[in-house]
């Protein structure tokens, strides 16, 4: 099958690679040359444009930073979704605002486009062995039109409504990890001031109640687990000025929707102010450095 | 081996029950005359003060209800302390400040008493069970004593650190289950305001990054998982006004040792607003009342 | 001089009246008849659509509720801007997003429009007696134009810097106003819990560091000040919802620039689940409900 | 009159320099011989103890650091109540827990001393300048009493409730203080963000809804305003662990009587970060420094 791929990032580049390592003739394309020069090393095809990439493409999947590229790529000055034939198959993997999805979901469906959201969690490892998570916001037949190239790319696939819908679970998602990260952040920050050791208390707490994700794959702090960020000065993994935009984009659904998330919209400021402070580029865990005493 | 077990509600007296189903000689006291004479029902021998109770004991374990009841019980007008013969043994199972287990505690050692904290979590379900998770700040050797006893009434035994450990992993621990309760309930009333259906929302949150104790085993959504409380009214459980009270405790420690924590500090008071609104009675989970739409 | 006034509500209503009273001839235009029939009982001329209303019209003055009827009216469906010509003086006194503002007022400049914008606060009241405070986002030599309009509504004038700081400074205003409102109704539940009378507390307040608008003009606790919105059931004034409205266009703006505002956030949050709860369409002081015991 | 006048540091040498200095008889003593030197050097004479310092007093004046500092020096080791003289009044001008007020008077009472709260605001400025504010606890005849004394430090003294009224004052004063310099600070910092200028957004708001304290005599922007803190490198003033003493209070009260203060709350927490991030000597209103971003 014929794949045109548009958006080639540390997440978009590997993801496209599975694509093609899976046997799809893969058609990619980026704004910048390294990116397109980092797949076409791993024998996938560039293109020189948007336009070129979609030629012939019965699928296009998209990877791009945030809603105004999205918006502008299929609508906007791209004007690409005036290109693409009836029936073609478009899944948008970009975390970006639903009522975007759903917007250019419309524009496409007007002109027999099959337009799906499937924003991902899982990082950059998970992109690159292919064992990402699929939020999906789609109609049921197009999701099984969508579901073998996923395979491809995920390991596990979720169903979460209609269009718009995987956006909001991964919103959702999202907003709930910056509240359980900087969360555990303060609990663990907490038990050191009072001299507990921070391997014990994680520990604790990770086989009771308190169990959550960051306890379990991600402590923040340095030295509890091997092979997190927090064991590596913070580098690597899913970066704190990522975690800020997936929790505005959290707060500006829920000014929307007129929905109350208190313990959301302070995550959201902590990171604000977190970013700040200069550590935008850290992983998200090095949140806790907020919460302790410094020097 | 001969124990005073002093404090018999809705937690101290299923253990203390459990303690004499194991074969130990039990002697029990409460200043309710009910709570007395619920465990007599169940075989166990009532004193008719806590004097009484401890006479020829050689542990003594407690369950009350705050800080002030312990330092009264044994230090204040009770004066229990000066009663006990040296080497007595103190479990103290109550949830109370961390600073009053180590004045109690010094005061003991200083009469050749050895006080253990030992609070609990695991609810009146874990108490009538014997299942427990018992988090517990001891020297070694005082531990290894209290072990035979706390397995009777306990499955999971965590060892926190020294004298003072156990009650400050405890309010970590709920601290963060009071933050990770109401962040996921604000993430399900995200989803559901999104037109998500809650149970599909909930997996897929379970089962990414976002996973955490509550999704696991404790929704707050009505209908989503089965016996618990959200699908029972918010009725049994474990009360709002129980987790105001260890939220309060970990802000009151956070003060005593200038920590920060922000997202707890914040969880105390929408708690609070939410017991100020009449609901101090009702399950902890209900919290996500606060972020829905009413009537 | 010929006027065109377009939105007619609350705001906008009273706001033509001043403007006919003055002498100018003005010619009025809203979607809703009630509203168009109000003002024309008060003798000020309307025309059956916006494009009638602007005929013939020196300047423009538009009342509306949020960015997209901003946007829709001048640049969307509406297509306003193409019909004004050269030279016309648009007035946008609604209250919507800096960028928004700056997006139509650079279309206007492309055509030799000037467009303004002067977000107002003083409440119905203010505009009724025209006294209204205007928070003016222009460049010198056309504010200089609009000041003998703005004059005639109201009665303070700030020149907060160029196109779209007025709509800044005026969400700023509104979320500060937000935090103290909220925040001064904290301190007075406080004291009450503890025993203290209100009106005492107030007044030692507002006349400490704890000083502010609120406690000057607007007390929350019912009986403290007379002819205020909390002694008259929180009825009349400035709604939970228009409030709401403001605290989320401050967030929006937050995360357009990146900036971090925990306290404007908590506020945000506080009032949306004040509004959840059924309060939407009281007076914003009764958020003061939320910190006090029920029933 | 005679007069002993205990706690000499910042604002208690200059209070006890001001009643020397107004005709009375004032026997002082600290800790510190510094600080006794410093108020020698003034004429007023020392003690070399608070017993020595007692003897002969009418009236004993104590401005202490904390809690546990009054209840020690009155009930404690210090046991200096029961060496006071029937009839003798006790003016404590610390600010501390209001519990612990009322236990040391009701311990006063019951030896016929008259022991009243009188903490003050207004810095030590206002200590030097003999203007500081009051705010009393206590009966009408005894605040009577402690009048002239309080008029020769102070220039307004409000009577606030029976004891203990005086410290909820103070606290709910000075919760909401911390919570309008932190809210004007993200305001001011939301509007500088968007290019607006800090001094003509912070006059805006002065005039308007959103007008406060802070605004008026405390703008912690630097340059807005000559001789605060802000414009001084944040140097002298209210120091930002002062600040997080007060709000500790008022979130200590807060737990003890159940009330909610969202905002309160995360303004303890917001000052206990900053002061971890090493900030805790500069003054409160460095609470900008943590919206600003850095370098």
Tied chains: 1, 2, 3, 4.
């Excluded at 030295?223 to 590596?232: A, D, L, M």
Aim: with cysteine.
């Amino acid at each position: 099958m014929q794949i045109a791929f548009i958006g080639l990032g540390n997440m978009g580049g590997p993801m496209a690679i599975n694509l093609h390592k899976a046997g799809h003739s893969v058609r990619a394309f980026d704004l910048s040359q390294p990116a397109c020069d980092k797949v076409a090393e791993a024998g996938v095809a560039v293109a020189a444009t948007a336009h070129a990439a979609v030629q012939g493409a019965e699928v296009v999947v998209t990877m791009l930073p945030a809603s105004q590229h999205v918006e502008g790529l299929f609508l906007g000055a791209g004007q690409l979704l005036a290109q693409l034939p009836k029936g073609t198959l478009v899944i948008d993997s970009s975390t970006i605002a639903a009522a975007t999805s759903s917007k250019v979901a419309e524009a496409a469906q007007a002109q027999g486009v099959d337009f799906i959201d499937a924003p991902v969690s899982g990082g950059t490892g998970g992109a690159i062995a292919g064992t990402l998570t699929f939020m999906v916001g789609a109609e049921a037949a197009a999701l099984e039109r969508a579901r073998p190239l996923l395979e491809k790319m995920g390991s596990n696939i979720f169903h979460a409504g209609s269009v718009g819908a995987g956006q909001t679970a991964k919103i959702c998602n999202n907003m709930l990890l910056g509240i359980l990260m900087a969360g555990t952040s303060e609990a663990i920050a907490l038990g050191v001031a009072n001299g507990l050791d921070p391997k014990v208390l994680s520990e604790i707490m990770r086989r009771s109640s308190g169990g959550n994700w960051a306890l379990e794959k991600y402590n923040p702090f340095p030295g509890v687990q091997e092979n997190v960020p927090s064991s590596k000065g913070y580098a690597g993994g899913f970066g704190t000025d990522l975690m800020l935009k997936d929790l505005g984009l959290a707060q500006e659904n829920a000014m929307a929707v007129k929905a109350a998330t208190p313990l959301g919209g302070l995550a959201r400021n902590l990171y604000a102010s977190h970013s700040l402070a200069g550590h935008g580029a850290l992983d998200f865990s090095s949140i806790i450095a907020s919460v302790q005493k410094k020097g």
